[in-house]
């Protein structure tokens, strides 16, 4: 029982360095007058279309990847029940 903690607090340290690793890496592409900037744990950062940065759209697009998040983490944890790794 005491391993199974110890090895949970272990996953969720090392969860935890990887976010911050991916949150360093950053893409940036420019295609017909759209330039965009994504970070590596996929949130947008900057989102222009000819020159005007489209805050709204920007913050729409991470909202609805946030619930994409939390719905495939739901979806993960259930998986994971199954196999007996109860996180």
Same mark, same amino acid.
């Given at each position: ?6 090895? @949970?607090?272990?996953? $969720?340290?090392?969860? #935890?360095?990887?976010?911050? &690793?991916? !949150?360093?890496?950053?893409? &940036? =592409? ?8 994504? $970070? #590596?744990?996929? $949130?947008? &950062?900057?989102? !222009?279309? +000819?020159?005007?940065?489209?805050? =709204? @759209?920007? +913050? @729409?697009?991470? +909202?609805?990847?946030? +619930?994409?998040?939390?719905?495939? &983490?739901?979806?993960?944890? #259930?998986?994971? =029940?199954?196999?007996? @790794?109860?996180?």
């Amino acid at each position: 029982m005491f391993d199974k903690i110890k090895d @949970l607090n272990n996953l $969720r340290k090392t969860q #935890g360095e990887i976010k911050k &690793e991916l !949150e360093q890496i950053f893409v &940036e =592409a420019t295609k017909q007058g759209i330039e965009i900037l994504v $970070r #590596g744990d996929k $949130r947008v &950062e900057k989102l !222009e279309i +000819d020159g005007v940065e489209q805050k =709204a @759209l920007r +913050d @729409l697009i991470n +909202d609805t990847m946030k +619930d994409v998040d939390k719905k495939v &983490e739901k979806q993960m944890r #259930g998986h994971m =029940a199954d196999l007996g @790794l109860n996180i």
